[in-house]
């Protein structure tokens, strides 16, 4: 887990394949003990520029049962009204010494950008039309706890097939 420790999750294709069974291991490992505080004194601020009701709780949820500290920013109340720019909320947030920033953003790239502004990890929970890297690992692993493999499967979307194309 060293390897992965403190990396952003930008883009799935930034993984090998194993990369990525391995994040797929340690998720079941934090799946069956979640109560356990493996993220304590660790800070995550959650950053939604547009409505997500599952990924947004999720991510809020997975982080207070593992023993996060979770600021959940209110994005239709913040200086983004007033015009400041995604580079300025990057430069506030990085001042607070996150140790991870999950972010939605409506536009592709938006997520990338943000990771190129702050010391810590950043996590994609989807940027625009461009990606959504948790949904496509959660998609995974539902699939290898349902059929205990993915590689062979003919009916898996593409999206899960390219996860085993990465680097």
């Known amino acids: 887990m060293s390897k992965l420790k403190g990396k952003s999750l930008i883009s799935i294709t930034d993984y090998s394949k ?11 490992e934090f799946e069956k003990n979640v109560r356990q505080k493996l993220l304590d004194q660790y ?13 947004q709780s999720s991510f ?3 982080g207070k049962r593992l023993g996060a500290d979770v600021m959940s920013m209110n994005m239709g109340n913040s200086a983004i009204k007033k015009g400041e720019t995604l580079i300025d909320t990057a430069m506030t947030l990085n001042a607070m010494h996150p140790d991870i920033i999950v972010i939605r953003h409506q536009d592709s790239g ?3 950008l943000l990771s190129q502004k702050v010391n810590c990890a950043v996590i994609n929970a989807g940027d ?3 990606e959504h890297p948790t949904q496509a690992l959660l998609d995974a692993l539902t699939i290898i ?9 003919h009916k898996v979307s593409s999206i899960i097939k390219n996860l085993f194309r990465c680097k």
């Open 18 to 28: 194993e990369e990525i069974l391995q994040i797929l291991d340690i998720a079941e």
């Open 43 to 55: 800070v995550v601020a959650s950053l939604f520029f547009e409505p997500s009701t599952r990924t």
């Open 60 to 62: 809020e949820l997975a």
């Open 110 to 112: 938006a997520c990338n």
């Open 128 to 130: 625009g039309r461009r």
């Open 145 to 153: 706890n349902r059929k205990n493999k993915i590689e062979g499967l």
